[in-house]
């Protein structure tokens, strides 16, 4: 598969789709949605969504599609072989969304939950599929947190669409297996053949699933980092398994977001309006120097 | 005791890439900085606009020249004597006439203090320029 | 100077807000510093070195540093660029301390003249040598030979030849010479747009233009209370004085308390949410301070709103998917 848009870039996003078939353009279709890799602490998460004409949902039946997570990789790999060979019916499209991106997204200051990124990402995709011609009618899609709230958001957005948001919908529905096992596959290959444009000598390749529970990645993690940066990009640094490791091993970073509270509580500085009443007035800079934070060198 | 910078050390200074962080770092040596953090330098869509993450965080940077006529310089002081009635020297170990200053996730702008720092040495010269001062009072009297 | 001391004595010079950064390690032995090329620059390798030196601020009467170049014709002020949230990257290194230190030549006349006045004291004509001779600032005999001491006359009535010439302190030039300076300033300002009254604070936003309503008057304050920097109060008030101004605003006396108190800062804090002032960030952030923060664990939130900045939409293709099977 061609992950070269990716790979080439591996800190941002990519989208990998499949042409539109014409059969899809021309007859309702249904479309299932499904994710890769939410739980690991390394590499991509990875959306897909998959369609076909609801008239077809025999024919991709007949593909043999499970719950992605019940079949060998072997088999996934098989399987999707099969929906890229099925392009006279089913389209695909994949959202890598870099393990950069969660990092920095969820860590924002605003901030931007993996549920927000999951679904924005989903609609996203919908909303692409739609735009490239395909004429979706039925959407089934694997719950992302509360199935009820997550459906309503979706209705909203895509009113005339009939819209099913339920968990183990890619046991249920073949079409979101389909997503499923396009989202696995991609991200295992991602996963596999990660470039570190770090440097390859900069972190060993054993690093396992990236499941924070896999033995394999949490030795990786152990012996992987770095005191200054933390980890290359590849880790997911809005973990907590890696906030908590970075907490206890790296040296400590401060951000100007952090510790609001403990500012509150007093470390303002005689500049503070709540001066202490004893500051020496002559010590006070003119504003043009407090707001350039320019102060008079005492000492070296 | 007295402090001195000294001056042969700055011909032998080397020229440094210097960047000044949006956060604080507590440590002071090694960093694998082309590494980890130049390769995630970004250029953005305005040409001046860089963008990288550090920690998992999003930093804006900009490039910034260090004030006409004036240079960069990094002093060290390789052993602070003993004694404190000892003269103490300092070393310049690089020298830069740019840096990249990076924020947090905000973009760069004038309204920054660093960039508002930069313009101090051009405003100090207005004030300790010591100019003929019966010249300015003139221009000043013929304005008004 | 006492060096085994030095971060006591730090902390004990330096405000609180300092006090309280960890960058002030008392081990430091790296600055990040910018100085005049002409200064620094080794121009002829028998030059003596730069010497660092301590001498008693004009402004504070406390100790604070300088810098004399090699010949010793140019004093420098140091003054340090500090956030809190800084740290540099220098090479394949990482410096925890975020400063930046300046060095910019200082009139020597603005050191001088405290000495002028407290000589002055004696009624007497002196020489500089003498005026120039304090036993807790030993190296501020160094002044005497700044370039810049050659215009004492601005500020001091002389007499002698030109061997030897003695000074007296003369009030009305001194205001004169420094009335030219916040004259000079005031302009510069202008020049730069640096913005000078409360309530522009959005202005700040818009200086490309002429968006600055700030007055004649207003540059002139904001120019006379910077010079207050380098004098003592005391002079401070008579230079408001013979300017004719007063050193707060009259239209926006409603919103100062004190005439140090920048015009500006009241604005600020009204909208900082009680928030301390040096939490510089949030300051040039401008009015996006208030987001909230964000939490360093993979915790699952409530929603935020649709956001999707970031993501890069590539029109990437898988050529034919008959022929390209080969995901392994």
Redesign the interface.
């Known amino acids: 598969m061609d992950l070269s848009d990716f790979t080439k870039d591996n800190s941002e996003n990519a989208i990998l789709k499949s042409i539109v078939p014409q059969i899809c353009k021309d007859e309702p279709c249904c479309l299932g949605i499904d994710e890769a890799g939410r739980g690991p602490v390394l590499g991509p998460m990875v959306y897909g969504v998959s369609f076909c004409p609801l008239s077809c949902k025999e024919k991709l039946e007949q593909l043999g599609f499970a719950d992605s997570k019940t079949l060998s990789e072997e088999q996934r790999d098989e399987l999707f072989s099969k929906i890229k060979d099925a392009n006279d019916f089913l389209g695909f499209e994949v959202e890598i969304l870099s393990p950069n991106y969660i990092s920095k997204t969820m860590l924002r200051r605003t901030k931007y939950s993996l549920n927000a990124i999951s679904m924005d990402s989903a609609i996203g995709l919908l909303r692409l599929a739609i735009e490239q011609g395909a004429n979706i009618k039925e959407v089934y899609v694997d719950t992302v947190g509360d199935a009820s709230k997550y459906q309503e958001k979706l209705q909203g957005l895509f009113p005339r669409l009939e819209i099913t948001v339920t968990p183990k919908a890619d046991a249920k529905f073949p079409i979101v297996s389909a997503a499923s096992i396009c989202a696995k596959v991609v991200r295992d290959q991602v996963l596999k053949s990660w470039i570190f444009f770090e440097g390859d000598d900069i972190v060993t390749r054993d690093y396992g699933s990236g499941y924070p529970s896999d033995p394999a990645t949490k030795h990786w993690l152990a012996d992987n980092m770095d005191k200054v940066f933390g980890y290359p990009q590849f880790v997911r640094f809005s973990w907590s398994t890696t906030s908590t490791l970075l907490e206890n091993k790296a040296y400590h970073v401060h951000w100007d977001d952090e510790d609001e509270d403990e500012s509150a509580k007093g470390t303002a500085s005689l500049f503070s309006f709540f001066a202490p009443k004893n500051a020496d007035p002559r010590d006070k800079q003119h504003s043009f120097f407090e707001e350039r934070h320019l102060k008079r060198v005492e000492s070296f | ?8 050390s ?2 032998d200074s080397s020229p ?22 130049k ?2 330098i ?1 250029k953005k869509k305005n040409e001046n606009d860089l963008s990288a ?6 930093l804006c940077g900009q490039v910034l020249n ?2 006409t ?10 052993q ?2 003993f ?2 009635e000892e003269d ?3 070393q ?3 020298q830069f006439d740019k840096f990249t200053y990076w ?4 973009t760069p ?6 960039v ?2 930069m ?15 019966n010249d ?2 003139e221009s ?1 009297k013929s304005q008004r | 100077m006492r060096l085994r001391d030095r971060g006591t004595t730090t902390s004990r010079n330096e405000d609180s807000s300092q006090k309280m950064t960890k960058h002030n390690k008392k081990d430091q032995s790296q600055w990040v510093f910018v100085a005049p090329k002409n200064v620094v620059s080794d121009s002829n390798s028998e030059e003596q070195d730069v010497a660092f030196v301590k001498l008693k601020h004009p402004k504070t009467e406390k100790s604070a540093m300088f810098m004399f170049s090699s010949d010793g014709s140019t004093v420098l002020e140091l003054l340090s660029f500090k956030e809190k949230h800084r740290s540099w990257f220098i090479d394949e290194s990482v410096q925890e301390d975020g400063s930046l230190m300046m060095a910019t030549p200082i009139d020597p006349l603005f050191l001088i003249l405290p000495y002028l006045v407290k000589a002055e004291k004696s009624g007497k004509y002196i020489t500089l040598d003498q005026i120039l001779d304090d036993a807790d600032y030993p190296q501020c005999h160094r002044l005497a030979r700044c370039s810049g001491a050659s215009h004492l006359h601005c500020i001091s009535s002389v007499r002698g030849a030109s061997d030897v010439q003695a000074y007296r302190y003369d009030s009305d030039k001194a205001l004169d010479w420094l009335k030219a300076k916040v004259e000079r300033l005031a302009e510069k300002l202008e020049e730069k747009n640096v913005h000078v009254i409360s309530g522009a604070h959005s202005a700040t936003f818009v200086r490309s233009s002429k968006g600055n309503d700030a007055t004649k008057e207003d540059y002139l304050r904001y120019a006379a209370g910077m010079l207050s920097d380098y004098i003592t109060s005391d002079h401070s008030k008579q230079l408001f004085s013979h300017l004719g101004i007063k050193a707060v605003a009259e239209k926006k006396a409603a919103e100062t308390d004190t005439a140090s108190e920048p015009p500006s800062k009241k604005a600020r804090l009204s909208t900082a949410n009680g928030e301390p002032e040096e939490d510089y960030s949030k300051n040039f952030n401008g009015n996006s301070t208030e987001k909230p923060k964000p939490k360093l664990t993979a915790a699952q939130r409530a929603l935020s709103k649709v956001d999707k900045t970031g993501m890069k939409s590539i029109a990437s293709f898988f050529g034919k998917p008959k022929k390209s099977n080969s995901t392994k």
Not at chain 2, 119 to 133: F, L, Q, V
């Open positions: 005791m007295s402090l001195f910078l000294n001056k042969k700055v011909a440094a890439d210097v960047h000044l962080l949006g956060c604080n770092v507590e440590h002071t040596g090694d960093a694998k900085v082309s590494e980890f953090f390769t995630a970004r993450t550090f920690r998992g965080r999003t260090v004030p006529g004036y240079t960069g310089l990094v002093l060290k002081e390789n602070r004597p004694m404190e103490r020297t300092l310049a170990t690089h924020n947090l996730e905000m702008s004038v309204n920054d203090a660093v508002k720092a313009m101090w040495p051009e405003i100090a010269e207005a004030i300790h320029a010591a100019g003929d001062t300015s009072q000043v």
